[in-house]
């Protein structure tokens, strides 16, 4: 297949577009910058440009843009470009996927669509729920819409936190519980949604690969934990005690906004459509996961 991937340069991306070679797969990669090699292919999405011939011949394009939503405290600049670095790419490469045929938009979304959903477990099913992180998925999964409203199978990967030994929001905990700094969060009994970067890349290819799968697609491992139990989970793996807990009212004067949207709230979420569709998990468990990652 000849696929095309949009943020390739990052944590998810660069696993993405090795796996994805590794598989066999020609990876053409859309770079903001003067393209530098063959596999590169100039666009300028705040401004609406990309070549009419840049995804001719594309099986699938994959669409991973965004800024980090924990990169910066949150202000109104900083919230309005974690909305414009998703929605206009989107809106972008989805008329962009229709006028050259490809048959297959694979658009990145989070987990935080659900809002918080307390001990409720939600699948892909569940309506979308309150609060700016909320918003922001549901704007951006609607604005896949055009591909969709032409005939376009087009995937929403509503991915939970990923976890990699190579940085991304482990790269600054490690340290923390390596030291004997690690604790829980708050009251610890909200859930952490959590997925390793192994079985992210896993899933994305496999939907890339089934055709079958189309909307929306939890990437969240299959056992879902607290953050409580993230917590003892991550001790166990640095083999240092976690026994500090930080109040929620403190986490939110430090952090701000973004702690009681995406730290002290979150999704209890079950990826039902992996495994609806046969998706083998390689790292079931958050020990699992944390022995891959720490270890």
């Not at 909320?134 to 005939?151: F, I, L, M, N, P």
Request: aromatic share 8%; glycine share 12%.
């Amino acid at each position: 297949m000849r696929v095309v991937i949009a943020g390739s340069s990052g944590l998810i991306g660069t696993s993405l577009v090795a796996a994805l070679r590794s598989a066999g797969h020609d990876v053409f990669r859309l770079v903001r910058r003067t393209p530098a090699g063959p596999d590169e292919i100039g666009w300028d999405p705040a401004n609406g440009k990309l070549e009419s011939t840049a995804l001719d011949g594309a099986d699938a394009v994959v669409n991973l843009c965004g800024v980090g939503i924990g990169d910066k405290r949150w202000s109104g600049a900083y919230k309005q470009a974690v909305r414009d670095s998703r929605i206009a790419p989107t809106e972008l490469l989805a008329r962009a996927v229709v006028d050259a045929g490809v048959p297959a938009l694979i658009n990145a979304s989070g987990i935080n669509f659900y809002g918080d959903t307390g001990d409720t477990v939600v699948d892909e099913t569940a309506p979308v729920g309150e609060g700016f992180l909320a918003e922001v998925c549901r704007d951006w999964e609607d604005a896949t819409s055009y591909a969709s409203d032409h005939g376009v199978r087009v995937v929403l990967l509503r991915s939970a936190a990923v976890l990699s030994r190579h940085g991304g929001m482990m790269g600054k905990l490690r340290p923390l519980y390596t030291f004997g700094l690690g604790g829980r969060l708050g009251s610890g009994r909200q859930y952490f949604p959590w997925i390793s970067l192994t079985d992210e890349v896993r899933a994305i290819v496999f939907t890339i690969e089934n055709t079958d799968i189309s909307g929306p697609v939890n990437l969240q491992g299959p056992a879902p934990v607290t953050n409580a139990q993230f917590n003892s989970a991550m001790g166990r793996a640095v083999h240092r005690p976690a026994p500090w807990m930080v109040p929620g009212f403190a986490i939110s004067a430090i952090i701000g906004e973004f702690a009681n949207e995406a730290i002290l709230s979150n999704p209890r979420a079950i990826p039902a459509v992996l495994e609806k569709n046969g998706f083998e998990f390689e790292h079931k468990t958050i020990g699992e996961a944390l022995a891959d990652t720490v270890g």
